[in-house]
């Protein structure tokens, strides 16, 4: 298919075609096997993580329960495109059908959603260890963690769910050509023909924003409290704080990274660097957050010493 066969009128039903990077071969090669390792070190690390909270009886704490499932949201988060990135690396034809594109925004903002609230769960977690750590079991119960998880489940798909039907119902009668190397809200909003597309846009920012900026605001609390605690407190506490240095490192490179993104107009940055800093957010963080974690954090590096001596 074409893409002057693209340009269609009235159609209920589009394809997409995904222009991507550069299509020479020598470029297509490295960016697939680029890929390639960035996708088997994303499983492999996180799976690893994931191992070692459950077998690991001293990670069984609400700390490394939320670390199981950020590392499970890692790999759901990255599968969403990396496999649809690496089977376009050769294909002539990028092709995506309308409801592949749709599919593929609402798990993209379903997890990136959930990874968000989930990153404030755990800073709320460790701001009642460190601020309040005799009331600590009892306000942080196995029901409590639960609860935390539920929440962020249903909030990122909730949310998901509503933008995916808003921009399901744009109309495209235009050039079906997505300048980018996967479905994304703002990419699709460039290619409507909706005399409405910056009411759509504003809705769908606000939607995204409420979860985005109130789990960054809720995260940002958390450390202006623990970090007033430490300085109030002393030595004990600031022992304490070393188990924040991983968390706090991960969620300033997940809410950083998404900040640029969405909050750099598009149209001041060439299409390069649009593509750089999606891959940036959405398929280099969720692979350096079990790297963070395994070299920052003596706890899980101390399960893997274990581990690897068990397997000897």
Same mark, same amino acid.
């Given at each position: 298919?074409?893409?002057e066969?693209?340009?269609?009128?009235?159609?209920?039903?589009?394809?997409?075609?995904?222009?991507?990077?550069?299509?020479?071969?020598?470029?297509?090669?490295?960016?697939?096997?680029?890929?390639?390792?960035?996708?088997?070190?994303?499983?492999?690390?996180?799976?690893?993580i994931?191992?070692?909270?459950?077998?690991?009886?001293?990670?069984?704490?609400?700390?490394?329960?939320?670390?199981?499932?950020?590392?499970?949201?890692?790999i759901?988060?990255?599968?969403?495109?990396?496999?649809k990135i690496?089977?376009?690396?050769?294909?002539?034809? #990028?092709?995506?059908?309308f409801?592949g594109?749709?599919?593929?925004?609402?798990?993209?903002?379903?997890?990136?959603?959930s990874?968000? *609230?989930?990153?404030?769960?755990?800073?709320?977690? #460790?701001?009642?260890? *460190?601020?309040?750590?005799?009331?600590?079991?009892?306000?942080?119960?196995?029901?409590?963690?639960?609860?935390?998880?539920?929440?962020?489940?249903?909030?990122?798909?909730?949310?998901?769910?509503?933008?995916?039907?808003?921009?399901?119902r744009?109309?495209?009668?235009?050039?079906?050509?997505?300048?980018?190397?996967?479905?994304?809200?703002?990419?699709?909003?460039?290619v409507?023909?909706?005399?409405?597309?910056?009411?759509?846009?504003?809705?769908?920012?606000?939607?995204?924003?409420?979860?985005?900026?109130?789990?960054?605001?809720l995260?940002?609390?958390?450390?202006?409290?623990?970090?007033?605690?430490?300085?109030?407190?002393g030595?004990?506490?600031? #022992?304490?704080?070393?188990?924040?240095?991983?968390?706090?490192?991960?969620?300033?490179?997940?809410?950083?990274?998404?900040? *640029?993104?969405?909050?750099?107009?598009?149209?001041?940055?060439?299409?390069?660097?649009?593509?750089?800093?999606a891959?940036?957010?959405?398929?280099?963080t969720p692979?350096l957050?079990?790297?963070i974690?395994?070299? #920052?954090?003596?706890?899980?590096?101390?399960? *893997?010493?274990?581990?690897?001596?068990?397997?000897?």
């Open positions: 298919m074409s893409p066969s693209l340009q269609r009128g009235n159609l209920s039903s589009p394809m997409f075609l995904l222009l991507g990077f550069s299509s020479a071969y020598r470029a297509q090669v490295t960016l697939c096997l680029c890929f390639s390792l960035v996708y088997l070190v994303t499983v492999l690390g996180n799976l690893l994931m191992t070692l909270v459950w077998l690991d009886a001293h990670l069984h704490s609400p700390m490394y329960f939320f670390l199981g499932h950020l590392s499970f949201l890692d759901c988060y990255s599968s969403v495109t990396l496999p690496l089977g376009d690396s050769f294909s002539p034809q #990028r092709m995506i059908s409801v594109c749709i599919t593929q925004i609402y798990f993209f903002l379903c997890f990136g959603g990874e968000c *609230i989930l990153l404030a769960a755990m800073a709320y977690d #460790r701001y009642l260890a *460190i601020c309040h750590p005799l009331h600590y079991p009892a306000l942080m119960s196995k029901k409590m963690c639960h609860c935390l998880v539920a929440i962020s489940w249903l909030s990122g798909s909730f949310s998901s769910l509503i933008q995916a039907f808003l921009t399901a744009l109309p495209f009668c235009g050039s079906n050509m997505i300048d980018h190397l996967f479905c994304e809200v703002p990419f699709l909003l460039k409507s023909c909706s005399p409405n597309a910056p009411l759509n846009k504003a809705t769908l920012y606000a939607l995204a924003g409420t979860i985005a900026v109130g789990s960054f605001l995260t940002l609390m958390s450390y202006v409290h623990i970090i007033g605690a430490v300085l109030q407190k030595a004990g506490t600031q #022992r304490a704080f070393a188990t924040c240095t991983s968390h706090l490192t991960v969620a300033s490179l997940f809410f950083g990274t998404g900040a *640029i993104v969405y909050l750099v107009p598009h149209s001041s940055s060439s299409k390069e660097m649009d593509e750089v800093l891959l940036l957010y959405a398929v280099v692979m957050n079990p790297i974690y395994s070299l #920052r954090n003596s706890e899980v590096k101390g399960a *893997i010493r274990k581990a690897l001596n068990r397997g000897v």
